[in-house]
């Protein structure tokens, strides 16, 4: 019987956060830094960016600062959907079928 306790699952959060990061950072080496961030605050990519920002600081202080373990792993599925979504600004309207598809399956208009 597999046991999961607080402390593992914040350590994970811990971990997927620096995993996140790191991808940023390596987009940042391909199209360099200032290109990267210029690119990130675009009016089209605003929402994904800030989003992806705050999923990251709250699962660090969730996961580290506070060490509530189950609170984390759910910063990490808003962490994982957030960067999706920041991934998916960069692919030509893709956004686009992917509220699209939204839309026609929930009958809701997506908020971003």
């Known amino acids: 019987k597999a046991v999961v306790s607080t402390q593992s699952t914040g350590a994970f959060g811990f971990l997927y ?9 390596g987009t940042m080496f391909l199209r360099g830094p200032k290109s990267q961030v210029k690119k990130m605050f675009d009016r089209d990519r605003i929402c994904a960016t800030v989003t992806l920002i705050a999923s990251i600081i709250a699962t660090i202080l969730v996961a580290i600062i506070l060490k509530w373990g189950w609170l984390a792993m759910i910063c990490c599925i808003i962490q994982f959907l957030a960067f999706a979504w920041y991934t998916i600004s960069y692919i030509p309207y893709a956004r686009a079928a992917v509220k699209s598809c939204f839309s026609n399956t929930t009958g809701m208009e997506c908020p971003c």
Do not use: D, E
């Open 17 to 25: 956060t620096l995993g996140t990061i790191t991808a940023l950072a």
